[in-house]
């Protein structure tokens, strides 16, 4: 009981917090008087049984027989000595397996944890911007207060990178939006989505997210001018396996406004991960210019 007690205490205080949030109840977790006495029934349980059956085997020994098979009976029986045999390849083997099974989880666990270092998370700054809907109420407005923002940021010292995004790899957040390819016919009952993510010009090279092919957003691009966009790895292979997917138009939201505009894609980038605990995460995604979006959440 006391050493549960240390090792749920060491447990909860080595917890990293970017792991723990995710985990519903964490800080609630405490020591349960019901699973601690089934814990001790079934080591018992298993001790009692374990011993059992040497324990027969003994009563069925036979001195007096022994003693006359002279040095045959020194050994035991052939039963008796497969018995153990078998029993001592199965705790080997169980041993074995549970070994295997720890260092696997302590490999991907591990893993997870630095999953994000590429990002160099320990040298970023983020925080959520929501403008007031009645002062900014035109997109030009929210794309006059960005482009200022961003440029203050930039001119503060020891500033590197000063931009803005709608969602962060690896943090379960994201817009997932269908879309259209231009001049190709979409399947009924079929939707196409993707993972609709608005960034800034500079924000692959912020966080270290190469580019395939093709380019990425700059100052030319402006909501006066052809609106573009970029598309990860995964989508261009998957909607253009014949060919490459630069200078093809998408629309986004085209199952509910018509009226979009559509983009063309400029430019193709590396494989990225926007989900942390997902088993098959999203790896569509569409990069958007921020300043082009007629609609949009909280930027970063």
């Given at each position: 009981?006391?050493?549960?007690?240390?090792?749920?205490?060491?447990?909860?205080?080595?917890?990293?917090?970017?792991?723990?949030?995710?985990?519903?109840?964490?800080?609630?977790?405490?020591?349960?008087?019901?699973?601690?006495?089934?814990?001790?029934?079934?080591?018992?349980?298993?001790?009692?049984?374990?011993?059992?059956?040497?324990?027969?085997?003994?009563?069925?020994?036979?001195?007096?027989?022994?003693?006359?098979?002279?040095?045959?009976?020194?050994?035991?029986?052939?039963?008796?000595?497969?018995?153990?045999?078998?029993?001592?390849?199965?705790?080997?083997?169980?041993?074995?397996?549970?070994?295997?099974?720890?260092?696997?989880?302590?490999?991907?666990?591990?893993?997870?944890?630095?999953?994000?270092?590429?990002?160099?998370?320990?040298?970023?700054?983020?925080?959520?911007?929501?403008?007031?809907?009645?002062?900014?109420?035109?997109?030009?407005?929210?794309?006059?207060?960005?482009?200022?923002?961003?440029?203050k940021l930039r001119a503060l010292p020891s500033v590197a990178h000063a931009?803005?995004?709608?969602?962060?790899?690896?943090?379960?957040?994201?817009?997932?939006?269908?879309?259209?390819?231009?001049?190709?016919?979409?399947?009924?009952?079929?939707?196409?989505?993707?993972?609709?993510?608005?960034?800034?010009?500079?924000?692959?090279?912020?966080?270290?997210?190469?580019?395939?092919?093709?380019?990425?957003?700059?100052?030319?691009?402006?909501?006066?001018?052809?609106?573009?966009?970029?598309?990860?790895?995964?989508?261009?292979?998957?909607?253009?396996?014949?060919?490459?997917?630069?200078?093809?138009?998408?629309?986004?939201?085209?199952?509910?406004?018509?009226?979009?505009?559509?983009?063309?894609?400029?430019?193709?980038?590396?494989?990225?991960?926007?989900?942390?605990w997902d088993q098959a995460p999203i790896r569509r995604f569409i990069w958007?210019?921020?300043?082009?979006?007629?609609?949009?959440?909280?930027?970063?």
């Amino acid at each position: 009981m006391i050493f549960a007690a240390l090792d749920l205490h060491l447990t909860l205080i080595a917890m990293p917090e970017r792991v723990a949030r995710y985990m519903s109840g964490w800080s609630n977790i405490s020591l349960n008087g019901r699973a601690l006495v089934f814990s001790i029934f079934l080591a018992v349980g298993a001790g009692v049984i374990a011993g059992l059956l040497p324990a027969i085997e003994a009563l069925r020994f036979n001195l007096v027989d022994q003693l006359k098979s002279g040095s045959r009976g020194n050994t035991g029986s052939r039963r008796s000595r497969s018995l153990r045999n078998i029993f001592a390849v199965s705790q080997i083997a169980l041993a074995v397996a549970l070994v295997i099974g720890a260092a696997l989880m302590s490999k991907g666990m591990g893993a997870m944890l630095h999953m994000a270092d590429a990002f160099k998370p320990s040298k970023v700054l983020t925080f959520n911007v929501t403008l007031p809907a009645a002062r900014y109420d035109t997109p030009r407005k929210q794309a006059a207060w960005y482009a200022a923002s961003l440029e203050k940021l930039r001119a503060l010292p020891s500033v590197a990178h000063a931009e803005a995004t709608m969602a962060l790899p690896y943090c379960d957040t994201g817009w997932l939006d269908g879309f259209e390819i231009e001049n190709r016919a979409t399947v009924p009952g079929k939707f196409q989505s993707a993972l609709h993510i608005s960034v800034s010009e500079g924000y692959f090279g912020a966080i270290h997210i190469p580019i395939v092919s093709g380019r990425v957003f700059n100052q030319s691009d402006s909501m006066d001018s052809q609106p573009v966009a970029l598309v990860s790895r995964r989508f261009a292979t998957q909607y253009f396996p014949g060919g490459d997917a630069l200078g093809h138009r998408i629309r986004m939201g085209a199952t509910r406004d018509s009226n979009a505009r559509w983009l063309t894609i400029v430019g193709i980038v590396e494989e990225t991960s926007y989900s942390l605990w997902d088993q098959a995460p999203i790896r569509r995604f569409i990069w958007t210019w921020h300043r082009c979006l007629l609609r949009a959440p909280p930027m970063r």
